[in-house]
């Protein structure tokens, strides 16, 4: 039998997977959400309700598999509690969104227009967890550089080589 802390890591690994569906489907609605506004753009009220229900859905399925990676992985705990208190936001406002769009209230464009805010901090801080916190600083050239120094190093390590050239 599978020890039950082994089946919470292992679904807490489908965090990664399971987090940018939600994001893609929440800002796709917030863009339709606003674009709805325009007579030009007929976008019907069941659409946004559906958009914004999938990335309900999705984005609580990120959260649940969200704190069980957190139990199991080595994050900074400070970065840990920022990501993991915006997602909760995030989700909760995406509730929000959702329960004043089906009520017909006007102030569901901007809780949307936040709502995306909230998403790109969110993820941001999600990256920061995953790549470092200097991932959006580092540039080009000097990962090539380090790609570069790093096959260098690799060139001589044959051990059978090695075994050969020493005395």
């Known amino acids: 039998m599978i020890p039950l802390i082994q089946i919470s890591e292992t679904i807490g690994r489908f965090h990664p997977v399971l987090v940018h569906l939600p994001i893609g489907i929440m800002v796709i609605a917030v863009a339709m959400h606003w674009l709805s506004e325009n007579p030009r753009y007929a976008i019907s009220e069941q659409v946004l309700r559906l958009l914004y229900g999938a990335g309900i859905g999705g984005a609580l399925l990120a959260l649940i598999t969200g704190f069980l990676l957190s139990n199991h992985g080595e994050y900074e705990d400070g970065t840990l509690a920022l990501h993991m208190w ?3 936001f995030t989700a909760t406002l995406s ?3 959702f329960a004043r769009l089906v009520q017909r209230k006007s102030d569901a464009r901007w809780l949307a227009l936040l709502l995306a805010a909230m998403i790109l901090c969110t993820g ?3 990256g920061v967890l995953s790549h470092g916190a200097d991932y959006l600083n580092r540039s080009g050239k000097k990962n090539q550089q380090g790609a570069a120094q790093k096959e260098l190093q690799n060139t001589d390590s044959d051990p059978l080589l090695v075994k050969n050239i020493q005395p």
């Open 86 to 88: 915006l997602a909760i």
């Open 95 to 97: 509730l929000l969104v």
């Open 124 to 126: 941001h801080w999600g």
